[in-house]
C-alpha cells in the first residue's frame, strides 16, 4: 500500500506567506473598503523595464516564426544568458566563474529548495535564526532536520545560528561544525550585510573543516556600501566550498517572469565528490529549462539600457527603504536594516509577539508586514517590511503608524 | 564533512537524451557538412500558433505597465488558466475535477520527476519497460530502486512491466503488488494506448491493493480512436487512486514555453493520508509559479480560435507519422504506434541491438532517432522515431531509410 512521506508531518503549520495571504484575505472579506497597503511578502510593483519588455517581445515574435522558432531549450541554459552572466556578474568583479559553472533555472527559490537533494540526508544543516523558511523546510521534506520542538520553535538537529542585535544580525561561526551552510546576504528578513573580510572567515571556516556554504546572494544589486561582497567568489578559496544563488526577481522584477542561476563551481567537492556532475544530473531529469523567451528577457537586464533602466528602479525602492526607516525612526521603534537591502527590520512596539504586532498594524493601520517569528525564534519581537511599494504609500504607512 | 547524496551513483551513465545529443554532436563535428534529420527527442517543430503569440504579445504589454504589472503568481497557478482546464479537459469529458484540484507548473517532466517527494522512500514502484527514463531516474536520485543490475539493465527493487510485442505493448496487471505505479498513455516510447476498458482494470486494481497510479497523460491530444481515454479521471474510481500529469509540450509546442499541470484530487490518500495538502505545500515551498506570459498563453490554448490553430499543428504531426509508418513497414520493418501518438516504434533491422542501430542510422542515413534499449531492457532491438519533423523531412527520412 501506497505511504507518504512522514517528514512532510513535522512540518509546523502551513508556509509562512500562506498564512499572511489567508489572515489579510479573510480581513479584506470583513472590510471590504479597507485601503491595504501591503508590505509583507518582498513582492515587486514596478512594472518591467522597457529594455526587457522590448526583447520579451522579440523573443515573442521569434517563437512565432517556422525560421526562428525555439523547442527544449539547453538543460543548463541558453549559452548567451551564461556568458553575459560570467562576464558582468563575476568577471567584471574579480570573480573567476566560468559559463559551464552557472546553471539557469526558473528561481532561486526553486534551486535554494532543490541543493538539498545532492547531499547525503545525514549531512547536518545550520541557519541563521530568523532565515527564510525554505532553506529549513525544504530539508525537513527530505528528512535532514529531526522532529520539531514546539517549545522552543526548532528542529532537533539543525543548527540554528542567532542572528540578534548583539552580533549586528550577522551570526558567530558556529562550535558545533555544521556540513551545509545556509547564509544569505545582503539578508532576508534582516537586510544585514557581511562585510568581505567577515565573509572570508566564514570560506576559511568551511574549507577547514570540508563543509558547504550555500550562499544566497538574490539581493546583491541592493548593495550601496563598497566593502560589502555581491558574490562570496570575491573571497578566497570561495569555489572550493561554495555554491551561490541569485535571482532576476528583486534586481529587474522578475518575480511573474521566473528567472535565476545557480553557481555550481566545476572543481567543488563534498567528500571528495564533485558536486557540479550530480547539480547538472538533478538539472537534466527533473527540469527542462527556463523558457527561451524569459532567458532573452533575462539578457536584457546586462544590455546598457536594461542596466540604466534597472539602477533607476532599484534607486525607488531605496530610496522607499530610506522613507521607511527615518520614518519608523521618528515614530520611536528600533529599526535596522534598509541600507544594502530592500528588508526593513524593526522591534515590535511595547514588547508585543511578532503576530500579535502583525494583527496590530492590519486592524489599526491596515498595513500589512511579515512577523519575525515567522524567521525563526530569534525573530520573536521583530517584524519584516519591504520597501518594494509604491512612494506613497511608503509614505501613507508612515503617516498611519506614526499616528497609532 | 558535507558528502553527498550517493544514490546519484546509481544511475548509470548520464541521461539517454544528453548521450544522444553528444553523439549526434561529436558526428557533426566530423561531417560538417552532413544533412541530418532529427528525429530523436521528441521536440517540436512547428512555431507557436498565432492566437497563443497575440496571448504572448498581450501578456508582455501588461507586465510592461504599471497598472496591469502581475509579481509573484498563485503559488497553484491563476485561477483564469485552472478554470478553463477543468471545465475544457475535464469537465467536458465527464470527469469531476475541480479548479482547485489543478497545480499549474513548468511542464510534465518536473512534475513527474518531483512528484515521489511526497511518497514514502520505502515505496515500491512499478514501470513499463520500455519506460521515459524520468520517472525511474528520479525515485533513483531519492533511494526508492537499489542498486543498479549491470547484467540485467534493471535496478533491483523496481518492478519492471514489459510491454512487448505480444501484449500490444500496454502491460499486465503484477503479481507483485507495487506501491506507486507510473502509467504513460498514449505511451511514450512506443506510442501505444490501453483503452477504457483495460485502463479501468488498473483502476480497480490500484483500488484493491491501496496503490497509487501516477498518470501521464501528455500525448492525450494525439489520440485519434474513439474507445481511448484522454484522462484517467475517465474510469470509475480513479480519483482514489489516481493523479494525472498533463503537458502543453506537444499539444501546442510549448517545449521552449514550459507549462503542464498536475490533477491530485481533494480526496486522494495514501495509507490513509491526503495527497493534495502534500503536493501543495511542496509547490509553495520549492517552487514560485509558472510565468503570467506563459499562463495567458496557456489559456489561449483553450480559445477557438488556439483550438482550431493547434488542431491543425496536431494533424500536420499525425500525417507525418502516417508517411513513417507506411514507408517503414514499405521497406520491411515491423512497426507499431504512430496511430494515437507522435512515436513510432519499429524493430531494428538484421536484430541489431539499439544503439547499434542508432549509430548506422546516424552514419549511413544521417537519421538520429532514439535507442529502445535506452527506455529499459525490453526496449532492446527496438528504435523510436518521431512524428515532429517536417513534412519534407520526414518524406526524405523515408527515402533513405528505404535506400539502405
Redo the contacts between chains.
Sequence with gaps: ??????N??K?PG??L??TIARKVESYSKEHPDADIIRMG?G??????A?AI?KA??DA??E????D??????P?LGYEFLRNVIAEKDFKARGCDIDPSEIFVS??A??DC??IQ???????KIAVCDPVY??YV??NV?A?RTGEYDEALGKFKDVIYMPCTEANGFAPELPTEVP??IYLCFPNNPTGAVMKKARLQEWVDYANK????ILYDAAYESFISEDDVPHSIYECEGAKECAIEFRSFSKTA?F????LGFTVVPKELK??G?K?WP?WA??H???????????QRAGEAVYSDKGRSQIKQQIAIYMENAGIIVDGLKAAGYEVSGGVNAPYIWMKTKDNMSSWEFFDYLLNEAQIVGTPGSGFGPSGEGYFRLTAFGSRVNSHRAIERIKKL
Tied chains: 1, 2.
Excluded: C, W
Excluded at 517563437?63 to 517556422?66: F, K
Excluded at 537533494?117 to 549531512?123: A, G, L, P, S, Y
Excluded at 518575480?255 to 521566473?258: P, Q, V
Design positions: 500500500m501506497a505511504s507518504i512521506n512522514k512532510y508531518l512540518l502551513s508556509y506567506f500562506s511578502i513582492d515587486v510593483t514596478q512594472p518591467i522597457p519588455i520579451l517581445h515573442v515574435d517563437m512565432g516564426s517556422d526562428s522558432f525555439r523547442g527544449y531549450a538543460d526558473d528561481g527559490k526553486s529548495g532543490n537533494e545532492i547531499f547525503d540526508v545525514n549531512n523558511p525554505v523546510d525544504s521534506m528528512g556540513d551545509l573543516n570540508g563543509s558547504i522584477g518575480t511573474g517572469l521566473r563534498a567528500g565528490e558536486l550530480l544530473r538533478r537534466g531529469t527533473k527540469y527542462n529549462g527556463a523558457p527561451y523567451i524569459v
